[in-house]
Each structure stands twice: as structure tokens, then as C-alpha cells.
């Protein structure tokens, strides 16, 4: 057994524990993103940092090994603003939007992307309850409003614009009729978040987008049943993040207050890889380098994996220098999703 103090008060455990295990033991909360407690430890983010107050060192304590006579500080202002600077700098190189700039400029707040996706997959009755769930006592605000929404949306750099309003009003117009609205209830969070945004994208960056699309895409400007809102559904680029909800970035960012830094460091090209056999998307622009994944299939020899690739500050995470990346992951795409921290990883559906 060991002896060490952590936030002034005293503790007593076995050898081989983190300071992050015994943190935890004690109810003292310390942020992580690069820490997951089924794979070994390896610090990368270093947003879980502690402060060592007999040696003035910083250490990443999910990492670290408490050791007899530390006196361990979890919970500092100094702590703190270090912890806020080193998701700072995270973000400095995450060219990811956390909501689509159709859905920010909404007035009514509507979740196009997800209305857009339940229509594309003809999921009408899903699509139904969320139009139910967004409007409220007042009614639907697109007949009225002069479509902000299609303004913004970037497939109008490419050819023309997703006929967003036309699609929201004719499935408000639906349930009007009385079609069925039997489905999952959704529950839009209203709260004001974080959110990330993309900073400059340049031409071939923008066509990236294209590639969730059909290769042909018949256009529909008037919506006039469901099989037009789904054809014109599929000309949706899907330029917002399937993590929008499930982002431990985006809840630390929030945590901390913090502000999506202006300028963008450009690390790794808005990029968009889909594996054709699984589903699995990988965007390199929004992958902080925690290295889950790679560390959860390390062990793998039954298929290629993803692992890092260049050195120093350009190392990037990507499939093997001599696979195709639809040839990876053909059994672990869902384990390496649901490890991700951002929305990097994520499935077609």
C-alpha cells in the first residue's frame, strides 16, 4: 500500500493504480479525451493533466502512477487554464462543424440533416414525428420565411441548392392529412453549445462533400409526394456531424466555455473516406490524434487497421501506406465509431 495526497486530502490504495483511477475512486472530476479504460494508457491530449506539487511537474494522470508521498493538485485555476489551452490547441486543427450552416441559420432551429436523412432513407414515418417534434404552438416557420436555410446550404457552390423548404413544408402538410406519427420521439437540445466551424474551404475541399451523394442525383425543386422528398433528399451533402450529440470534444469544450478559435490550422485537407464495404466514414480534418482506434485493433492480424502514418506535427492517422481503405476494418468499423471522441469515425446510417 501507498500513501499520497490528492486535493489536500489523504489516501491510502494499492500500488499500480493512475492518479486518474484514484481520482475518480474519490469522486474528483478530471477530464479525458484520450483515455478509454479497456486499452492501455497513452496520453496524447494531455487534457487530463495534474499538477505534482512537491516536484512542480505536470502529469498526465490517466497515465501516471501514483507513487508514495505525492501530493497530487486535481482542481487548480492553474490546472484549469492549462487543461482550456491544451483543448485549444485540439481545436486550432479541427476543421469540423459540429451543426450544418443549413440548420444554424434556421430561425425555428429545425435539424434539416436528420430530416433530410430519414427521407433519403425512406424512413417517412420517423421524418413525420421529428416535423412534430420541431414545431411548436406557432406552427411551421417555412411557408413565411424566405429560406435561409437554402441560402446557406453548400450544395448551391456545386449546382443549386437542396430544396429544403419545399421538403419541410410538404412533410408538415403530410401530417395535416393525418398520415400516422407513431415513431421515436425526438428531443432537440435547445441549449446554446459549442461549435466548431470549418474556417476557408477551398474548391476541392468542397466537392469532398459530394461523395455521400448519388453519383446521379435526379433534381426536384417542387415536392409534391414522398417519392420526390426522397430523390431530392439524396441531393443532401451530409456537411454536418453525425457526433452532433455525441461528441466528448464538444462536451469539454462546453465544459470549459470555450470559443472555437478563428483561425484554423490546416493540418490535414477537408476529406472525406468511405469504405464501400462496411459503410465506415473517416474525415481526417476532425480526428484530434488520441489514437483509440489505432490502439484498439493493434492487436488485430486478421485485417488491415488503421495506425499513424508521417512523423512529428504532420503525422496523421489513415489505412496502412499499402491497403486501400476500403479494405480495412472489415469486422471492427463499429468498435472503432463508437471509441472515437469526435466525429472522425462514423457509419453511413
Given at each position: 500500500?501507498?500513501?499520497?495526497?490528492?486535493?489536500?486530502?489523504?489516501?491510502e490504495v494499492?500500488?499500480?493504480?493512475?492518479?486518474?483511477?484514484?481520482?475518480?475512486?474519490?469522486?474528483?472530476?478530471?477530464?479525458?479525451?484520450?483515455?478509454?479504460?479497456k486499452?492501455?494508457?497513452?496520453?496524447?491530449?494531455?487534457v487530463?493533466?495534474?499538477?505534482?506539487?512537491?516536484?512542480?511537474?505536470?502529469?498526465?494522470?490517466?497515465?501516471?502512477?501514483?507513487?508514495?508521498?505525492?501530493?497530487?493538485?486535481?482542481?487548480?485555476d492553474?490546472?484549469k487554464?492549462?487543461?482550456?489551452?491544451?483543448?485549444?490547441l485540439?481545436?486550432?486543427?479541427?476543421?469540423?462543424?459540429?451543426?450544418?450552416?443549413?440548420?444554424?441559420?434556421?430561425?425555428?432551429?429545425?435539424?434539416?440533416?436528420?430530416?433530410?436523412?430519414?427521407?433519403?432513407?425512406?424512413?417517412?414515418?420517423?421524418?413525420?414525428?421529428?416535423?412534430?417534434?420541431?414545431?411548436?404552438?406557432?406552427?411551421?416557420?417555412?411557408?413565411?420565411?424566405?429560406?435561409?436555410?437554402e441560402?446557406?446550404c453548400?450544395?448551391?457552390?456545386?449546382?443549386?441548392?437542396?430544396?429544403?423548404?419545399?421538403?419541410?413544408?410538404?412533410?408538415?402538410?403530410?401530417?395535416?392529412?393525418?398520415?400516422?406519427?407513431?415513431?421515436?420521439?425526438?428531443?432537440?437540445?435547445?441549449?446554446?453549445?459549442?461549435?466548431?466551424?470549418?474556417?476557408?474551404?477551398?474548391?476541392?475541399?468542397?466537392?469532398?462533400?459530394?461523395k455521400?451523394?448519388?453519383?446521379?442525383?435526379?433534381?426536384?425543386?417542387?415536392?409534391?409526394?414522398?417519392?420526390?422528398?426522397?430523390?431530392?433528399?439524396?441531393?443532401?451533402?451530409?456537411?454536418?456531424?453525425?457526433?452532433?450529440?455525441?461528441?466528448?470534444?464538444?462536451?469539454?469544450?462546453?465544459?470549459?466555455?470555450?470559443?472555437?478559435?478563428?483561425?484554423?490550422?490546416?493540418?490535414?485537407?477537408?476529406?472525406?473516406?468511405?469504405?464501400?464495404?462496411?459503410?465506415?466514414?473517416?474525415?481526417?480534418?476532425?480526428?484530434?490524434?488520441?489514437?483509440?482506434?489505432?490502439?484498439?485493433?493493434e492487436?488485430?492480424?486478421?485485417?488491415?487497421?488503421?495506425?499513424?502514418?508521417?512523423?512529428?506535427?504532420?503525422?496523421?492517422?489513415?489505412?496502412?501506406?499499402?491497403?486501400?481503405f476500403?479494405?480495412?476494418?472489415?469486422?471492427?468499423?463499429?468498435?472503432?465509431?463508437?471509441?472515437?471522441?469526435?466525429?472522425?469515425?462514423?457509419?453511413?446510417?
Amino acid at each position: 500500500m501507498i500513501k499520497l495526497k490528492i486535493d489536500n486530502a489523504d489516501y491510502e490504495v494499492q500500488e499500480g493504480l493512475t492518479i486518474l483511477d484514484i481520482a475518480r475512486s474519490a469522486g474528483i472530476k478530471i477530464p479525458t479525451l484520450c483515455f478509454n479504460e479497456k486499452l492501455p494508457h497513452f496520453s496524447s491530449c494531455m487534457v487530463c493533466m495534474v499538477k505534482d506539487q512537491k516536484k512542480g511537474n505536470f502529469l498526465p494522470s490517466c497515465s501516471a502512477l501514483a507513487q508514495d508521498g505525492m501530493d497530487i493538485d486535481c482542481s487548480s485555476d492553474e490546472l484549469k487554464s492549462l487543461r482550456q489551452k491544451a483543448i485549444e490547441l485540439l481545436l486550432s486543427e479541427h476543421r469540423a462543424e459540429c451543426e450544418a450552416p443549413c440548420k444554424v441559420v434556421c430561425p425555428g432551429g429545425y435539424n434539416i440533416p436528420r430530416m433530410n436523412r430519414l427521407l433519403s432513407a425512406k424512413n417517412f414515418e420517423d421524418a413525420f414525428q421529428l416535423s412534430v417534434s420541431q414545431i411548436k404552438s406557432s406552427g411551421l416557420m417555412c411557408p413565411d420565411c424566405p429560406g435561409y436555410c437554402e441560402n446557406a446550404c453548400r450544395r448551391k457552390k456545386i449546382d443549386n441548392p437542396v430544396s429544403i423548404r419545399n421538403m419541410q413544408i410538404f412533410v408538415s402538410q403530410q401530417i395535416k392529412m393525418g398520415n400516422s406519427v407513431t415513431g421515436q420521439h425526438y428531443i432537440e437540445k435547445s441549449a446554446k453549445r459549442f461549435a466548431s466551424h470549418i474556417g476557408k474551404i477551398e474548391p476541392d475541399e468542397l466537392q469532398e462533400w459530394l461523395k455521400e451523394c448519388k453519383d446521379v442525383v435526379k433534381r426536384v425543386r417542387e415536392i409534391s409526394d414522398l417519392t420526390s422528398a426522397a430523390m431530392e433528399s439524396e441531393s443532401c451533402m451530409h456537411c454536418d456531424c453525425r457526433a452532433v450529440d455525441n461528441c466528448r470534444l464538444r462536451d469539454i469544450a462546453d465544459e470549459f466555455s470555450i470559443k472555437d478559435p478563428r483561425g484554423k490550422l490546416v493540418n490535414s485537407p477537408i476529406q472525406k473516406k468511405i469504405n464501400i464495404n462496411t459503410g465506415l466514414i473517416f474525415e481526417n480534418a476532425k480526428c484530434i490524434k488520441c489514437g483509440l482506434c489505432v490502439r484498439l485493433c493493434e492487436d488485430s492480424t486478421d485485417e488491415p487497421a488503421l495506425c499513424f502514418i508521417n512523423r512529428g506535427f504532420v503525422s496523421i492517422i489513415s489505412e496502412p501506406l499499402t491497403e486501400d481503405f476500403n479494405d480495412i476494418l472489415k469486422t471492427k468499423s463499429k468498435e472503432v465509431v463508437d471509441i472515437c471522441p469526435t466525429g472522425a469515425l462514423s457509419n453511413l446510417k
